[in-house]
């Protein structure tokens, strides 16, 4: 069966402080690996990866696949209360159109 | 542009009741998924289709049907709604299998 992992499930730092989340993952036939970022609403697509060791960076989110020990790891520095959301990492699978998703981490910036 | 627009956004129902959740797309995109969200349980896949007239189970179809004659709608419906299917709904669309997706507002449900 297809899985998603993401730790820790909850994490709540200041303002300023630099995060690390994780997700990790065993599947049938890797193609990519997808974060999002989850407000009150919709979830927003941040990255897509698919080839390990090259990091996608937008601003102060970087992020990072290992395709050899099977995870990725999201990156914010200098966090801010905006920063606050649950964050979604999801895998697509060769061969299904389908994206397994992992729990999601939430995320809490304090000021 | 719209993109995806899920309606209703929210709904509550009795328990034994049919209801239906929209989502209509104006991309033509070719894939489209129906996910429930549960605290705990992140997003899980119900259904999704590949192209019009072409539909497949998810993780936890049972209770659920899904159609797809056009290309830019894929209606989700409950037949005899249960409580255990109160849930946030989310609709997301691929424009390929190499794209990310795209999801709509969600549509959040209660079964009461």
């Known amino acids: 069966e297809d899985k998603v992992v993401q730790s820790p499930l909850s994490l709540v730092v200041h303002e300023g402080d630099t995060v690390t989340l994780n997700c990790s993952y065993e599947?049938?036939?890797?193609?990519?690996l997808l974060w999002y970022k989850q407000e009150k609403k919709a979830p927003t697509f941040l990255f897509m990866l698919t080839s390990s060791g090259i990091e996608k960076k937008s601003g102060r989110l970087s992020s990072i696949l290992d395709k050899k020990e099977l995870f990725s790891i999201l990156n914010i520095t200098a966090t801010q209360t905006g920063d606050s959301a649950i964050y979604l990492c999801a895998v697509s699978i060769q061969g299904a159109q389908k994206l397994v998703f992992g729990q999601g981490t939430r995320l809490t910036i304090n000021p | 542009d719209a993109g995806i627009t899920q309606s209703p956004r929210y709904k509550i129902t009795e328990t034994g009741r049919q209801v239906t959740l929209m989502c209509h797309q104006t991309?033509?995109?070719?894939?489209m998924f129906w996910y429930r969200q549960d605290l705990g349980h992140g997003l899980r896949l119900i259904y999704y289709?590949?192209?019009?007239?072409?539909?497949d189970k998810g993780e936890v179809p049972d209770g659920y049907v899904v159609s797809r004659s056009k290309t830019e709608n894929f209606p989700l419906t409950l037949e005899s709604a249960t409580r255990s299917q109160t849930s946030v709904y989310f609709c997301?669309?691929?424009?390929?299998?190499?794209?990310?997706?795209?999801f709509g507002q969600g549509t959040r449900l209660t079964v009461v």
């Open positions: 289709s590949a192209a019009a007239d072409i539909t």
């Open positions: 991309w033509s995109h070719s894939y």
């Open positions: 997301a669309t691929r424009d390929t299998l190499n794209t990310e997706a795209f």
């Open positions: 599947v049938t036939n890797f193609r990519s």
